[in-house]
């Protein structure tokens, strides 16, 4: 036998070389042997992994209706890189009980989606996409940033891979808040009527749920603790919001129930539709 | 059994179908090759989470080491660590920017929600004198620039 290695510009990470895709990334081998998520820490990849679903899918809707060329193509690109993160969390989630990631995004009706509501608010007009994209990258930068910690090797992986790409997604989502919010008057008046509908589902990202709590006990170190990522979050959005004179709005925050199953009524035709297919012809492959 | 080239050689050979000039040695994605005789184990890793090319890459390998007498051929992914535009070889910035791509800079360190870049020299005509059109292009990897020397546009395969 002989092994050959490719030689890496970078010191070695903390977990070393993890091999997720013989065991975890493999359709056809989840499940099986090797590491096997815990239920509560696949209920934990699941909230991330349909956080990152839903929103793909969402921003997919918005190709070939941009605002310009160039705006297809980046809201394409991070819809692709979430996809990215949704599959990797999703086959790590199947681990637990053997479902596919095709399982997991095909085959649940809604109750049995973990995504925040964030996440489930309908595209609206561009300002409001916009809007949903910096509370969610602001977010999600600050949630992998953290996750790349985790006592959870696999967790721990997906954070790293993650991080780099959703910082892209921060810096397309400032840009655009910038240019909307210092524009013209109306283009002004649409950025702060988005932040003002998209900011009471904001709170939800950041509540400690019971399974975070379980987490702690029995994985310690494993998942991240969401109220420990607000102060980062809200310093973020504090700066760019001081940049071009928007203001938090003062809403109470929704009461929202992603994270229990309880959804958006938007998510309802949200799902039809990406599963639609799945489900009139299943196995199907093109 | 295999003769001549090595299981490694042969899966170098495998080029980036979005990126034809590159192999995927020099881009960085190879990360090794386990050679047991018969059977061949090949581990990469994926440059951004959702790129396509991983499927077609995985593909390649399988039927390039088929082709070679290999009964037994697994790929493999691995996440960790994560790819950086770092691993690319300096053999691969060369070719990237024969190809008409302006090829990376280092990976640096960023602080701030703002970050601050380098320049990015135009592949056509050498100058520093260039604008970033769009953060996202053709593929994930890749911003498109445009020279303001020459005026001709151009694709960056991205620091990351």
Redesign the interface.
């Given at each position: 036998m002989t092994l050959r290695q490719a030689q890496g510009p970078e010191e070695s990470e903390p977990h070393g070389t993890v091999t997720v895709d013989e065991v975890l990334l493999s359709a056809e081998l989840a499940g099986g042997e090797g590491v096997a998520a815990s239920a509560d820490v696949a209920e934990y990849a699941l909230w991330l992994g349909d956080d990152a679903l839903i929103l793909s899918q969402q921003l997919g809707a918005w190709i070939s209706r941009a605002p310009e060329l160039e705006e297809d193509v980046a809201l394409g690109n991070i819809a692709l890189d979430l996809l990215g993160h949704a599959r990797s969390l999703l086959r790590y989630a199947g681990t637990w009980d053997g479902r596919t990631e095709d399982d997991l995004a095909y085959f649940r009706d809604e109750p049995d989606w973990r995504t925040a509501w964030l996440f489930q608010q309908p595209n609206g007009d561009f300002a409001h996409t916009i809007a949903r994209q910096l509370a969610a990258s602001c977010f999600q930068f600050e949630l992998y940033t953290a996750l790349q910690r985790s006592s959870d090797a696999t967790l721990a992986a997906i954070a790293a891979k993650s991080v780099r790409e959703v910082e892209y997604h921060r810096d397309h989502a400032v840009q655009w808040t910038l240019r909307l919010a210092d524009g013209t008057d109306e283009s002004r008046r649409r950025m702060v009527t988005a932040v003002t509908d998209v900011w009471p589902y904001v709170d939800e990202l950041f509540r400690d749920e019971p399974l975070v709590e379980r987490l702690a006990q029995d994985a310690p170190g494993a998942a991240v603790r969401p109220s420990a990522l607000r102060s980062g979050f809200d310093g973020v959005i504090a700066a760019v919001f001081a940049e071009c004179g928007l203001e938090v709005p003062a809403l109470p925050p929704s009461s929202a129930g992603g994270r229990h199953g309880i959804h958006f009524p938007s998510m309802g035709y949200l799902l039809a539709e990406m599963q639609v297919l799945a489900r009139q012809h299943p196995g199907a492959t093109w | 059994m295999v003769s001549g080239a090595?299981?490694?050689d042969i899966a170098a050979s495998v080029h980036d179908p979005e990126i034809p000039v590159l192999s995927i040695?020099d881009l960085?994605v190879?990360?090794?090759?386990?050679?047991?005789?018969d059977a061949v184990t090949v581990?990469i890793t994926?440059t951004?989470?959702?790129?396509?090319a991983m499927d077609t890459i995985r593909d390649d390998l399988v039927l390039a080491l088929t082709a070679a007498g290999f009964a037994r051929v697994?790929v493999?992914?691995?996440?960790?660590?994560?790819w950086?535009t770092?691993?690319i070889t300096p053999h691969g910035r060369e070719a990237l920017a024969a190809f008409g791509i302006a090829p990376p800079g280092p990976v640096t360190a960023?602080s701030g929600?703002?970050?601050l870049r380098l320049s990015v020299k135009c592949p056509r005509c050498g100058s520093l004198d260039t604008r970033e059109?769009?953060?996202?292009?053709?593929t994930?990897c890749k911003a498109?620039y445009q020279c303001r020397s020459c005026d001709e546009p151009f694709d960056h395969f991205k620091a990351?």
């Open positions: - | 090595t299981a490694w040695a960085g190879l990360r090794d090759v386990r050679d047991d005789g581990t994926p951004y989470s959702g790129c396509p697994d493999r992914t691995v996440l960790a660590p994560a950086t770092d691993w960023r929600p703002i970050p059109l769009a953060r996202f292009g053709s994930s498109l990351h």
